[in-house]
């Protein structure tokens, strides 16, 4: 049962996402963020709000808790603000996922189910 709604059936969600690549809190749900200004692509444990902000390199961790509605998470790369408070809100969501092509022009097709055979 998939949490993450996105409208546009092209973009992943945690069921894309293989989750025998990471290990993170032991009730790992796993999504794929992309930042729709620079591109960058990193995964989320919804689960604990793990960010894993770099795929090569899985031990760099920060938090992405944030309880005051006025705050604002940005992207680990470039630090553009998200416009939404809940980037994983149904309505919003969209803005923030990757689709399959852009995961794997980022050389992270691994991270996917079935992604492995992607050229
Ligand atoms: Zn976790
Ligand atoms: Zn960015």
Redesign the pocket.
């Known amino acids: 049962m998939s949490h993450i709604q996105p409208r546009d059936f092209a973009l992943l969600t945690d069921r894309d996402v293989d989750h025998t690549c990471v290990s993170c809190c032991g009730d790992e749900d796993f999504v794929l963020l992309r930042?729709?200004?620079?591109?960058?692509i990193w995964l989320e444990c919804y689960e604990c709000s793990t960010w894993f902000v770099n795929l090569h390199d899985l031990s760099q961790t920060v938090s992405s808790f944030i309880s005051d509605p006025s705050a604002r998470l940005a992207?680990?790369?470039?630090?553009?603000a998200f416009d939404d408070f809940n980037h994983l809100a149904d309505d919003v969501v969209d803005a923030y996922l990757p689709n399959r092509d852009h995961v794997a022009a980022a050389g992270f097709g691994h991270f996917l189910v079935d992604g492995r055979a992607d050229p």
């Open positions: 930042c729709r200004h620079c591109g960058h992207c680990p790369e470039c630090a553009v």
